[in-house]
């Protein structure tokens, strides 16, 4: 019913600046979060970054000051610069959503959806 597409991964060097970016489409009432998490070999998934439709952020204490989490409610697309980048950041990053069909009318609980993951690999 929704679908996530991420994109703006690739392979950078440490210092470097890269941009991902996730758009939801589908029978989408409304988008209450958007948010990234990322996944590397050997570790749990953790979150990187969340931002409510109201515009309150949440971000990991590894990536504050560096990334930014932006949302355009318009076009449901979700944004993370990512300034200064560095082998940690490494990972399979994941774009989550949060939202309500459009399908159906009152819902209790909205519908989580992961995208596909795109790839940052951060070399020394």
């Known amino acids: 019913q929704v679908q996530l597409l991420e994109s703006g991964g690739g392979p950078v060097q440490a210092g470097d600046f890269l941009k991902l970016s996730c758009a939801a489409s589908?029978?989408?009432?409304?988008?209450?979060?958007m948010g990234w998490y990322r996944k590397s070999p050997g570790k749990q998934r953790e979150l990187v970054a969340a931002?409510?439709?109201?515009?309150?952020?949440n971000y990991a204490d590894s990536v504050k000051g560096r990334f930014t989490i932006s949302r355009d409610n318009a076009k449901n697309t979700v944004y993370l610069p990512m300034n200064s980048l560095k082998p940690e950041d490494t990972a399979v990053y994941y774009c989550?959503?949060?939202?309500?069909?459009?399908?159906?009318?009152?819902?209790?609980?909205?519908?989580?959806?992961w995208g596909q993951g795109t790839l940052v690999t951060v070399s020394s």
């Open positions: 989550k959503t949060s939202s309500y069909s459009g399908l159906y009318g009152y819902q209790r609980n909205p519908l989580q959806t």
């Open positions: 589908g029978h989408i009432f409304s988008t209450i979060t």
């Open positions: 931002v409510t439709s109201g515009g309150t952020t």
